[in-house]
């Protein structure tokens, strides 16, 4: 016998009361569809923005938006959340009184700095999970609201960054006894102490999967407005395909240099567990969508060409660097006080060259350098910016030989030079750096030389 699905539901999948219907819909096409992880409602054509960044501009006071350069004060966030919840419920039919008075009471609660701010942005997942259970009961499903802060999704007290502490997996995998669907909203746990923490932006994704590892589920949907991972970007090039199978190495790949999938930590315990993930779009529920496994016969050398714009990398010349013991720890140290999150690190004997964001480097440029200078000594450093990263990834790239020969003769042919090169040790990618400008026809070039069948 099949065993249950965890299916959870982004933003775009609930946003409104014909995108809920939808979802009602998947999960009555199932019946191994036991558990149901929601998100806050998303930004439809009647909103402005995102409930979560009012629910963050109500915690802040304002701030929020004033730091995005947008003039919504927090009575307008808090009327824009209230308006969102009294239109599903309208819409959906349902019952809901009881929820907009909690709401309310709820956006008005002071709480110390920063469990406030958690406790805010928990409430767009906390009230469509409500909402979508008085839902699924009036439409005949059988189901339960799961709240974190009754059944013990506990999390530690890092908030805005919480992690999930073991002992939730014990009491969540009471929740194999129950015969009715659990909706469970995404996004948050509750602290040993009591108090909502929230996960990263995206963290929806990882309740899924920690409820997946927890209950040991056949699969983990993911539920999204696409019909699964493009080879490429598909706003450039319109005609790629998607991939059908994808092991989770591949998609770490990807997903590390631009393709924004999913939260990457709801992948660590599926893969543990061996758990499949199934990304699927709610809007073309008969697609089958990308499939991510364990393991998979390599069918295609380069599944997808991830794009990571914006980078920039340092460039450093000094005699006798790759033979000095610690030059490369106290570069990286040097860079690391500054705030800069690095990606790699080509070296050859006396030089070293290290990619990262050019939004980390504004405003200390020449701090950088001078930092360097007096610390390292060396004989050249530059700075490069401008840079578009091109990264093709596939398991099948190991036993291929000729695919950056192919890829090098691809760019040639464009006449782009390549401003700088990198190979994964797994052998399962490999990096082109190329001029920002260049981008577009380069990802083409790569695409049709690498991907197009």
């Given at each position: 016998m ?6 959870k539901?982004?933003g ?5 009361a ?6 009602t819909?998947?999960v009555?096409?199932?019946?191994n ?6 998100s ?16 963050f501009?109500?915690?802040?006071g304002g701030t929020h938006?004033?730091d995005m ?8 966030s808090f009327?824009a959340v ?8 309208d819409?959906l ?20 700095d920063?469990k ?6 928990s ?14 009961a009036?439409q005949?499903i ?12 506990l999390?530690t007290?890092?908030?805005s ?10 009491n969540f ?13 995404g996004y948050?746990?509750?602290t040993?102490?009591?108090?909502i923490?929230?996960?990263s932006?995206?963290g929806?994704?990882?309740t ?11 699969l ?8 699964g991972?493009?080879?490429v ?8 395909e998607v ?12 997903s590390?240099?631009g393709?924004n999938?999913f ?8 893969k543990k567990?061996?758990i ?5 779009n709610t809007?073309?529920?008969s697609?089958p969508?990308?499939?991510i496994?364990?393991e998979?016969?390599?069918?295609e050398t380069v599944?997808g060409i ?5 980078i920039?990398y340092l460039y ?16 990286l ?18 030089d070293i060259s290290?990619?990262?964001?050019q939004?980390?480097?504004k405003g200390f ?6 930092s ?9 450093i ?7 990263f091109l990264s093709?990834v ?5 036993d291929?030989p000729?695919?950056?020969a192919?890829?090098?003769?691809a ?5 782009i030079?390549i401003e700088?090169i ?7 990618s ?6 920002n400008?260049?981008a577009d026809?380069?990802?083409?070039a790569?695409?049709?030389a690498?991907?197009k069948?």
């Open positions: 099949e065993g249950h699905i965890v299916a539901f982004g775009s999948s609930v946003a409104n014909e995108q809920i219907s939808k979802v819909d998947i009555k096409s199932n019946p569809r036991k558990y149901i992880v929601v806050a409602p998303g930004k439809d054509k009647t909103d402005r923005e995102k409930i979560t960044d009012h629910l501009n109500i915690a802040t938006f004033r350069k947008k003039n919504i004060n927090p009575e307008e009327t209230v308006g969102k919840f009294k239109r599903l419920i819409d039919g349902i019952e809901g009184n009881d929820i907009i008075a909690d709401l309310s009471d709820d956006l008005k609660k002071n709480l110390p920063p406030k701010t958690d406790f805010y942005a409430r767009g997942e906390h009230y469509n999970a409500k909402v979508i259970a008085r839902h699924f009036k005949g059988p189901s339960e609201l799961v709240l974190p802060e009754e059944k013990g999704f999390v007290d890092n908030f960054n919480a992690r999930v502490i073991p002992a939730t997996y014990k995998a009471k929740l194999a006894d129950s015969d009715k669907v659990s909706v469970i909203p948050y746990g509750v040993e102490s009591g108090d923490a929230v996960f932006r995206g929806s994704d990882l899924g999967g920690e409820v997946a590892y927890a209950v040991n589920a056949s983990y949907e993911n539920w999204t407005d696409t019909d991972v493009f080879q970007d598909p706003r450039i090039i319109p005609d790629c991939i059908p199978r994808l092991t989770y190495k591949e998609i770490r790949l990807l590390s240099k393709f999938i939260h990457f930590d709801a992948m660590i315990n599926c567990r061996h499949p993930i199934n990304i699927r809007n073309n529920p697609a969508g990308t499939m496994v364990s998979r016969i390599p069918e599944v991830a794009r990571r714009d914006d920039a450093i010349e000094k005699d006798g660097a790759g033979e000095t013991l610690g030059f490369v720890s106290n570069l140290r040097i860079m690391k006080e500054f705030g800069i999150e690095t990606y790699h690190y080509p070296t050859d004997k006396d290290v990619i990262f964001n939004s980390d480097l440029e020449d701090d950088l350098k001078d360097i200078f007096k610390e390292l000594q060396p004989e050249k530059e700075l490069n910016y401008n840079i578009t093709p596939g398991i099948g790239m190991k291929c000729g695919v950056i192919a890829a090098s003769a760019l040639k042919e464009k006449n030079n700088i990198d190979q994964g040790p797994a052998q399962f490999f990096h082109f750096g190329v001029q400008y260049q026809i380069a990802l083409q790569l695409y049709q690498l991907c069948k």
